[in-house]
């Protein structure tokens, strides 16, 4: 009954290119959509988000894009780079009351 | 600040020991998570306190899982008895208090480094 899901486990890229990382959710109520990043033997830490109302929100190489209507949202980084290697884990939360993640990508971007 | 501070980093005990996974949340932070990272099901939202009071424990795999927040500034994960499936890294969370809906909300969780249990 995982309500976030990241079909992906794994993803290896060369380094310059995009990265496309995806997230499916299957609650309609979810409004705030997070994606954090974890390098080993640390927290995940927060790297950009999006609200429902919005379908693109960009920060530099980071660029998050949400499609109501297919309960689907994509993580683009361009370039990448090699310390963007890193687990990266989608989520969403329900008027801000809890966050649901996904169960994580594992990027490699190869130089 | 010094962010969302965990003790201890690792822990290795034996089945049936009592395990206590400890808590900083970051000074001013209104809500506390713990959620349990595992392959299977990613993070894992285990509870949640608004104002040092538990909001949601559903997550709470077992009653051998409890967890307290006795002031702002400290929580507890307890796992009495430990099993070997408990096995997983457990992160602490917090974040602050405002929150919108449907809005320009830009409020989002910040993780302490985690703890590593590894019940034998």
């Known amino acids: 009954d995982q309500q976030v899901k990241q079909n992906s486990p794994s993803l290896s890229v060369q380094e310059g290119r995009i990265s496309i990382l995806n997230c499916d959710y299957t609650?309609?109520?979810?409004?705030?959509f997070l994606w954090y990043k974890k390098y080993p033997a640390e927290g995940p830490t927060f790297l950009i988000s999006i609200s429902s109302i919005k379908d693109k929100n960009e920060d530099g190489r980071f660029t998050v894009f949400l499609n109501k209507s297919a309960k689907h949202l994509s993580l683009h980084i361009v370039p990448s780079q090699p310390g963007d290697s890193a687990v990266y884990f989608c989520a969403a939360s329900a008027f801000g009351n809890q966050f649901y993640f996904g169960t994580g990508t594992s990027l490699t971007v190869i130089p | 600040d010094a962010g969302v501070i965990q003790s201890p980093r690792h822990e290795v005990t034996e089945m049936g020991q009592e395990v206590t996974l400890r808590c900083k949340p970051i000074?001013?932070?209104?809500?506390l998570f713990w959620y349990r990272q595992t392959m299977m099901r990613g993070l894992e939202l285990l509870i949640y306190f608004n104002n040092n009071v538990p909001i949601d424990d559903s997550g709470m795999p077992e009653d051998r899982f409890s967890a307290k927040m006795p002031n702002a500034s400290f929580s507890t994960l307890k796992i009495q008895p430990s099993e070997p499936r408990d096995s997983a890294v457990y992160f602490c969370?917090?974040?602050?208090?405002?929150?919108?809906?449907?809005?320009?909300?830009?409020?989002?969780?910040?993780f302490g480094s985690g703890t590593q249990l590894s019940v034998l």
């Open positions: 000074s001013g932070h209104d809500y």
């Open positions: 969370a917090s974040s602050p208090a405002t929150w919108t809906v449907s809005g320009a909300t830009n409020e989002k969780l910040f």
């Open positions: 609650n309609s109520m979810f409004d705030y």
